[in-house]
């Protein structure tokens, strides 16, 4: 995966659940929409710009507003997006996992 970029201080692998885990660096990313779209794309070995507009799928500024409220910490947000389901953890800890094989 050659397109790796912060925020993601690693990104872990469970075979048997193929489930992607990328845990944030120290310090919270920009917004949780720059975060899952850095993710798929790792996933997807491409940049971000090229992904389907996750527009498709969420209203970003409602997700990006929904994390930036004083409950944002303890939210847990699950969503389809271009073949997968993210779950997106309060605490900047976001998971990745097939919903339909490539």
Do not use: C
């Amino acid at each position: 995966m050659s397109h790796i970029n912060p925020p993601f201080e690693r990104i872990e692998y469970d075979e048997e659940t193929e489930t992607y885990s990328f845990i944030q660096a120290t310090a919270p990313a920009e917004n949780p929409l720059v975060s899952v779209l850095w993710a798929v794309a790792t996933i997807e070995d491409i940049k971000p710009v090229d992904l389907t507009p996750i527009s498709d799928w969420i209203d970003p500024d409602s997700l990006n507003r929904l994390f930036d409220s004083p409950a944002g910490n303890q939210v847990i947000l699950s969503f389809p997006y271009n073949g997968y389901q993210v779950i997106i953890n309060g605490n900047d800890d976001i998971k990745i996992a097939w919903r339909q094989k490539p």
